[in-house]
């Protein structure tokens, strides 16, 4: 048997320096003082505890309510966003069907021109140092045998026809 963990030899021990300490008519009285002290320590815990577990038990309760408010938010506000989503894919699958559009054709360059050639190297470095500019590139022309240089053609637009309509199915009187 061990009281605050002190085994029977130790109690036997103390038992018998108390014993020569407070004589043999004084020790029972200390003994029922002892026991008083000790069922009064024990009272006030019980009822220390009891009251720290109420406490507990009326702050758990608004938690457990906003516990139980915050997951009902979460589930309303996760199935408005999926109702949302079938409509938001829908307007994205619109659109991108709207915005493809048929490729033009690249317009053609003028006849008799010849395309300019593209620059192979870097810019040749001058005697200080510093990169020089490029002359510019004008398009060429050919020439015909017996007269000036021709003339840049004009480049006709494309013409991009509008989607027929479907048919009316009301009688037109």
């Known amino acids: ?7 029977l030899g130790e109690m036997v021990v103390i038992f ?24 009064e320590f024990r009272k006030m815990t019980s009822e220390v505890t009891t009251q720290v577990q109420r406490e507990l038990e009326l702050i758990e309760e608004p938690v457990r ?8 938010a ?7 966003v999926e109702r949302l989503q079938e409509p938001v894919k829908e307007a994205r699958e619109t659109l991108s069907s709207l915005t493809t559009l048929p490729e033009e054709p690249k317009p053609r360059p003028p006849a008799g021109t ?3 050639p ?17 002359a510019p590139v004008e398009p060429r022309t050919t020439a015909p045998a017996d007269g000036p240089a021709a003339a840049p053609e004009a480049v006709e637009p494309a013409r991009v026809s509008a989607p027929a309509e479907p048919p009316s199915s009301e009688p037109t009187s």
């Open 74 to 80: 979460s589930n309303q506000a996760r199935r408005e």
């Open 1 to 7: 048997m061990e009281f605050f963990n002190i085994g």
């Open 114 to 116: 010849v395309p300019a």
């Open 118 to 134: 593209a620059p192979e190297a870097p810019l040749p470095a001058a005697d200080d140092g510093a990169p020089t500019a490029p």
């Open 16 to 39: 018998v320096i108390a014993l020569i300490i407070f004589g043999p008519e004084r020790l029972p009285e200390i003994g029922r003082q002892a026991g008083k002290m000790l069922r």
């Open 65 to 72: 309510e906003v516990q139980t408010i915050a997951t009902d």
